[in-house]
């Protein structure tokens, strides 16, 4: 597992809501027995409740997908399913959403 590996969410509770998460936890806790992930959700990035810079819009293969920051929450690594891509291409504006959640900026 690393930092921002994208998972199926396997779920069934979540699933069709967001079939995907995104690993963000740092690859230096990877000893932990959780990770620390962000639900990933199908869109076109013009919902009415995107923040721009805290929901920011990624692609997987013809998929747009919508990182939904404000939910993240950590979850056993047990839990994930098979890893189908990595969104390590867009790590700026990752870091930026997850630093505008914790700081405001």
Do not use: C
Request: no cysteine; hydrophobic share 45%.
């Amino acid at each position: 597992m690393a930092q921002f590996d994208i998972y199926r969410n396997e779920n069934p509770a979540t699933r069709s809501r967001y079939p995907y998460v995104l690993d963000i936890q740092a690859e230096l806790l990877s000893e932990l027995p959780t990770r620390l992930v962000v639900p990933r959700r199908d869109g076109t990035g013009t919902e009415p409740w995107i923040v721009s810079r805290l929901h920011p819009v990624l692609k997987l293969g013809d998929n747009t997908l919508i990182a939904v920051f404000s939910e993240m929450a950590a979850v056993p690594a047990s839990i994930l399913g098979n890893k189908v891509g990595d969104a390590r291409v867009q790590r700026a504006d990752l870091i930026a959403a997850m630093d505008l959640l914790v700081t405001g900026f």
